[in-house]
C-alpha cells in the first residue's frame, strides 16, 4: 500500500541527525542477506582468532596490481582470502591458510631505515609494501577492487528507507546496512590480534580479545572496538601442572589489590603500545576509571579502540547478547532502529556522560520483547534452567550461566511485525514508571528499583549494580518525550496511511528526523531560570564522572 519513493530527495538535516562520526561518499557493499549469526558464540570466536592469526594487513601503494600483489605474496604460501579498502591509503588484508607463511614474509621484510629518524625495530604482521619501480611509469594498469569500512552516507539511508515498502522493510533496510560487514569483522579481529602481538612483549601467553558490539552482533559500522587483555589463559597452563604433593607456584610481585594489579599491566601495556605499537596513535591511559582502560586509535584501521583487562563478564555479557539476537531475526532489526533513533535525537553519544549507552538500549529492547505476548525472548533466568553441566560459568562469585546451544531453545510462536513492535516499543517505554520499577531481563518482568536512580537497569550479571546509574532525570525525560512523540508519529501515520498525498518522509525515515518533542523541549528549557539549567548541568557532570557510572568506558 506504500507508494514507493514517496521521496528521493533527502533533506540534508538527516544527515546531522544520523550524527554518524564519519561521512562516507560512497558506501559499503554489505550484501544483502541479513546475516543474523547462527553459530555458538565460542565457536566464532575461536574460528575468527585463529583465522586473524593467519592474517597481515599491508599499507599498499595507491596503484598496485592485484594479481602480481597476490602473486608475489602467495611465494609465502596459499591464501586464503583477501581484500582491499581504503582508509587514508590503500590497504589489504590478506589470509594466509597457514600460519608458517606469515613468518615466511616476515623473514624477507627488512626494517625501514629512516634518514635522521629511528626506527624502533619490532616485527609486526603489518607492512608497509613499496614498489621498486613505480606503476604509472609502466603499461600496466593497476586493478584493485577497493570497500570502504564506514556505513552509507544519510542521503542514501533517507533514500533506502523512503523507497521502501513498509516500516518492516525500512528496519530490515536499516540494519542490512549498518551491520558491520564480514571485512570489517575480519579487519577488528585482526587488529585485537596485532594488539595481541604487542601485549605478548610483556604476556607471552596472553590474549586480546573483542568484546562488546563489534562481537555481540549489534555492532554498527564505525562502533568503537572494545578489546581485553585475557591473562586467564596464562593461568589455565599452569593448573594441569600440579602432581603428588607438590605444587609449584611462581615468584610474583604483590600489590595491595586487584585493581592496582590491573592499573600496571595496563600501564605498561600502554606504554608498549605508545612506544612501538605500529599504528597505535594517541594512546591514552585511563586507569582511574572504575573500569581502567587505555584508548588508543589504530590508524590504519580507523578503530578507536579500548583496552581493558580482566573483564570477563563484559564478554559474557557480549554471548548473552549475541544469543539474544540470534533467537530471532526481529531482535537486530528492532536493536539497530532504535540505536540509530537515539542516535539521531542524540540520546547516545560517544562521549561518555549523563546520557544512556547503547548497551542499555539493548537491555531495553530485549526486556520489551520479552514483555510479548507471547514473549519473543526468553528470560535469562529461563536461559539458566536449560543450561548443561558445560554451560556453569561463574565469574568472580557471579553466576553467569546459561544455555549456549541454540537447538534447545524453541522459537516464539509471536508473529508481530516489526512496525507493530516498533510502535509499541515506544509506547511502552513512553509509558514505563521509571520512577518506581527497574528492567530486569533476568525475571523479564518489572522489579521495585532497589535505589533512587533515574533509570534502573539490573546489570544482568552482577546483579546487585545498575548499567544506567550514570543516567540523569532530564536525560531520562528526554528519552520518555522523545519515545511517546516517536509512538504518535507511527500512530498518526497509521491513520494517513489511505491518503498518502503528502511528499514527506515516512515511517522509520520520520523518525530519524529532528523533532518536534526536541524543539519543544528546547523552547521549555529556553524558559528555565539559569539555577535550574546550572542545577541540571552539574547534576550531569556529577553523574558522568561517578565511579559507579559507565562500567567499561569509565
Ligand atoms: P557501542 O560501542 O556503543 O556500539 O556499544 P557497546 O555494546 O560496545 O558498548 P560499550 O563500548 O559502551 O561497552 C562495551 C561492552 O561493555 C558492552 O557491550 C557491555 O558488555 C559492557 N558494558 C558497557 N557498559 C556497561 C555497564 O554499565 N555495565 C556492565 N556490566 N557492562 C557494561
Ligand atoms: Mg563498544
Not at 596490481?65 to 582491499?84: A, P, T
Request: aromatic fraction near 8%; hydrophobic fraction near 35%; proline fraction near 5%.
Amino acid at each position: 500500500q506504500r507508494p514507493l519513493c514517496r521521496l528521493l530527495s533527502c533533506p540534508g538535516t538527516v544527515a546531522a541527525a544520523l550524527g554518524r562520526e564519519e561521512q562516507s561518499s560512497g558506501s559499503a557493499e554489505t550484501g544483502s542477506e541479513d546475516r543474523t549469526p547462527k553459530k555458538r558464540f565460542s565457536e566464532v570466536q575461536k574460528e575468527r582468532r585463529e583465522q586473524a592469526q593467519r592474517t597481515v594487513l599491508i599499507h599498499c601503494p595507491n596503484k598496485i596490481s592485484e594479481k602480481k600483489f597476490l602473486k608475489y605474496l602467495s611465494q609465502h604460501g596459499s591464501i586464503n582470502n583477501h581484500f582491499f579498502y581504503e582508509s587514508f591509503g590503500l590497504y589489504a588484508v590478506v589470509e594466509f591458510s597457514q600460519k608458517e607463511s606469515v613468518a615466511s614474509l616476515q623473514n624477507v621484510t627488512r626494517t625501514p631505515s629512516l634518514g635522521t629518524e629511528a626506527a624502533i625495530p619490532f616485527r609486526s604482521r603489518y607492512f608497509n609494501l613499496k614498489l621498486k619501480t613505480p606503476l604509472n611509469q609502466t603499461s600496466e594498469q593497476p586493478s584493485v577492487q577497493c570497500g570502504t569500512q564506514s556505513s552509507p552516507s544519510s542521503k542514501k539511508l533517507f533514500e533506502l528507507l523512503c523507497c521502501a515498502e513498509s516500516v518492516d522493510d525500512q528496519l530490515n533496510t536499516l540494519l542490512r546496512e549498518f551491520q558491520l560487514t564480514e571485512e570489517n569483522t575480519k579487519l577488528r579481529y585482526l587488529t585485537c590480534s596485532l594488539i595481541e602481538d604487542v601485549a605478548a612483549a610483556y604476556f607471552p601467553d596472553c590474549t586480546v580479545r573483542p568484546f562488546g558490539s563489534s562481537v555481540n552482533s549489534f555492532g554498527k559500522l564505525g562502533c568503537d572496538l572494545d578489546m581485553f587483555l585475557d591473562l586467564d589463559e596464562i593461568e589455565k597452563f599452569s593448573t594441569h601442572k600440579a602432581s603428588g604433593n607438590f605444587l609449584m607456584e611462581f615468584q610474583v610481585k604483590n600489590v595491595p589489590s586487584e585493581r592496582i594489579a590491573t592499573q600496571k599491566i595496563l600501564s605498561v601495556v600502554g606504554e608498549c603500545l605508545d612506544h612501538f605499537g605500529p599504528g597505535c596513535v594517541g594512546v591514552q591511559k585511563i586507569l582511574n576509571a572504575r573500569c581502567p582502560l587505555v584508548r588508543f586509535s589504530h590508524q590504519a584501521s580507523g578503530f578507536q579502540c579500548d583496552l581493558t583487562t580482566n573483564n570477563r563478564i563484559a564478554l559474557k555479557s557480549s554471548e548473552l547478547l549475541y544469543m539474544y539476537g540470534a533467537l530471532d531475526s526481529r531482535v537486530r532489526a528492532l536493536v539497530f532502529s532504535i540505536r540509530c533513533w537515539a542516535r539521531a535525537h542524540s540520546l547516545t553519544s560517544s562521549i561518555p556522560g549523563a546520557w544512556i549507552t547503547n548497551f542499555s538500549l539493548t537491555v531495553m529492547v530485549i526486556f520489551f520483547l520479552q514483555r510479548r505476548s507471547p514473549p519473543i525472548l526468553p528470560t535469562l533466568d529461563y536461559l539458566k534452567t536449560l543450561a548443561d553441566a558445560e554451560d556453569k560459568c561463574i565469574i568472580e562469585g557471579h553466576n553467569c550461566t546459561f544455555v549456549r546451544d541454540f537447538n534447545k531453545i524453541k522459537p516464539s510462536g509471536n508473529a508481530e511485525t516489526l512496525e507493530l513492535l516498533l510502535k509499541e516499543f515506544f509506547e511502552y517505554f513512553g509509558n514505563f514508571a521509571f520512577n518506581k520499577n527497574s528492567i530486569n531481563i533476568r525475571q523479564g518482568r518489572e522489579q521495585n528499583k532497589p535505589e533512587s536512580s533515574p533509570l534502573h537497569i539490573q546489570n544482568p550479571f552482577e546483579t546487585s549494580l545498575n548499567i544506567s546509574k550514570n543516567v540523569s532525570q532530564s536525560q531520562l525525560q528526554k528519552f520518555v518525550d522523545l519515545a511517546r512523540e516517536s509512538a504518535w508519529i507511527l500512530h498518526q501515520e497509521d491513520k494517513d496511511r489511505l491518503s498518502p498525498s503528502n511528499h514527506q518522509p515516512w515511517g522509520l525515515a520520520a523518525l530519524l528526523l529532528p523533532s518536534v518533542a526536541n524543539n519543544m523541549s528546547l523552547a521549555k528549557k529556553k524558559k528555565k531560570p539559569a539555577s535550574e539549567r546550572i542545577k541540571n548541568l552539574l547534576e550531569s557532570i556529577k553523574s558522568s564522572s561517578t565511579e559507579n557510572s559507565t562500567a567499561t568506558n569509565g
